[in-house]
């Protein structure tokens, strides 16, 4: 079964829950604090309406900001992200539980540790396989050993693959919350010395800028998405603005240039919709702060537009139908 049985067939309508989680502290900067506002006054609860879909907007998650203590070893602020993403988990446990499709609104990267974590047990309930789709310039395969800055928000795929074996953020036991190999990182481009050792003997599927330059973004994509609607997966997608360019999004804290173009990006949307794998998705590091009046935010809000079905000639019905024919 994949997401496309359970839409509504005549609009391929769902329920979507927003959950807002205002935290930076796994940032090296703050500001991304602000995302889930900005991306609300923007327009994404009513730009998903207008596509058919009911959207249940479920406020925000209260956790520490702002904190004073600085704990440098073992990373920075664990105790804190620790908090947010015990919270996140729940809250998108009890999203999934009601039947909807979590869009998590962030923050920064870190809270995928809480969202995944969530996915992975709604799947082991539904005797689902999860799969990730981790769009970002970075690996995020950071340990706090390895991190030259100690910000959490560069761990979580090392967290959530088995790499991090840490009490204190939650991972124990070093048994994978995600099989490395249902791990796909795709717009990669930044990578820290130490970190990339240990990605290439990771058994994560690595797609960096050179490979989408060479294959183009609809094969990889459509290899990806072909493999997990196969298994009957639910697809986590997880999606950092620095995967775009920085000259289109530039309301991100670690931008790196030579980013996702306007149409590789929404073409990467399109063919997720059309694909019908998507079970729960995070828009992360948002930094309204550095943002240029908004522009950012909004098109992160025509990307999840992309997401949820809208086309620029076609109707969404027909686009799926054609794909599948
Ligand atoms: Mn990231």
């Avoid at 058919?52 to 105790?79: L, Y």
């Avoid at 459509?222 to 298994?231: F, G």
């Avoid at 309301?251 to 790196?256: A, Y």
Wanted: hydrophobic share 40%; aromatic share 4%.
């Amino acid at each position: 079964m994949t997401n496309r049985d359970v839409r509504d067939p005549k609009s391929n309508s769902q329920h979507l829950g927003l959950i807002g989680m205002p935290s930076d502290v796994g940032a090296g900067i703050r500001g991304a604090c602000l995302g889930p506002e900005a991306l609300r006054i923007a327009g994404l609860p009513q730009a998903l309406k207008e596509l058919g879909h009911k959207v249940t907007d479920h406020g925000d998650i209260s956790g520490p900001r702002n904190p004073e203590a600085e704990t440098t070893s073992g990373g920075r602020h664990v105790n804190e992200v620790r908090q947010w993403c015990d919270a996140l988990e729940a809250q998108t446990l009890d999203v999934l539980g009601a039947g909807q499709l979590p869009v998590i609104m962030g923050g920064d990267h870190s809270l995928s540790m809480g969202s995944i974590k969530a996915a992975a047990m709604h799947c082991a309930q539904t005797k689902r396989p999860l799969f990730v789709l981790w769009l970002d310039a970075h690996t995020d395969f950071n340990t706090p050993l390895s991190s030259p800055s100690g910000n959490v928000h560069g761990m979580p795929v090392a967290a959530l693959t088995g790499r991090i074996c840490s009490k204190d953020l939650g991972f124990e036991g070093g048994k994978p919350t995600v099989d490395p190999s249902n791990f796909y990182l795709f717009g990669i481009r930044s990578v820290d010395r130490i970190e990339r050792d240990a990605v290439v003997k990771s058994g994560l599927n690595v797609y960096d800028m050179r490979a989408i330059d060479e294959r183009s973004v609809v094969v990889i994509m459509r290899e990806i998405l072909d493999h997990v609607a196969k298994a009957g997966g639910h697809l986590h997608v997880s999606l950092d603005v620095d995967f775009l360019d920085p000259s289109l999004a530039p309301g991100v804290g670690t931008t790196v240039p030579g980013g996702a173009t306007y149409r590789e990006a929404h073409l990467c949307m399109e063919l997720i919709y059309e694909a019908g794998v998507l079970g729960s998705l995070d828009i992360v590091e948002l930094n309204p702060f550095i943002d240029a009046a908004g522009k950012s935010a909004h098109i992160l809000v025509d990307l999840a537009g992309s997401l949820f079905g809208k086309s620029i000639t076609r109707s969404a019905e027909r686009a799926v139908a054609e794909a599948y024919a």
